[in-house]
């Protein structure tokens, strides 16, 4: 089992910054693959956010480039989503997601953080 903890979520006026984390533990039967941030906003499908592979290549959604930045430390198993220019669209459950596979089996999973509450007013 893997379990990841998101933090740093909160209520920040647009234009103002916020860092998210995601710490990951659990069994060191797995190694971590691409991890990455989800968001939902209210009403709205979960969507792609930004993720990074082991290698650390990057993907980020189209309304967040320029804008956030996602980084991972691989020795601490640490996910970081830097967030500046923040705009009330990005209002949203912000998660964290890694996908590892079974050093035993080779089976690849996919775990899902808690979630963390981001909300930009304007």
């Known amino acids: 089992q893997v379990q990841l903890v998101e933090s740093g979520g909160g209520l920040v006026q647009a234009g103002g910054s916020l860092r998210l984390s995601c710490v990951a533990s659990g069994s060191t039967s797995f190694t971590f693959n691409t991890i990455g941030w989800y968001r939902q906003p209210p009403g709205k499908q979960r969507e792609l956010v930004a993720g990074i592979s082991v290698s650390g290549s990057t993907k980020y959604a189209n309304s967040v480039k320029g804008r956030f930045t996602i980084s991972r430390d691989n020795a601490n198993n640490t996910l970081c989503l830097q967030m500046n220019s923040l705009k009330p669209e990005d209002t949203a459950v912000y998660y964290c997601?890694?996908?590892?596979?079974?050093?035993?089996?080779?089976?690849?999973?996919?775990?899902w953080g808690q979630g963390t509450q981001v909300t930009v007013s304007s």
């Open positions: 997601q890694a996908v590892v596979t079974s050093r035993i089996s080779g089976n690849q999973y996919r775990y």
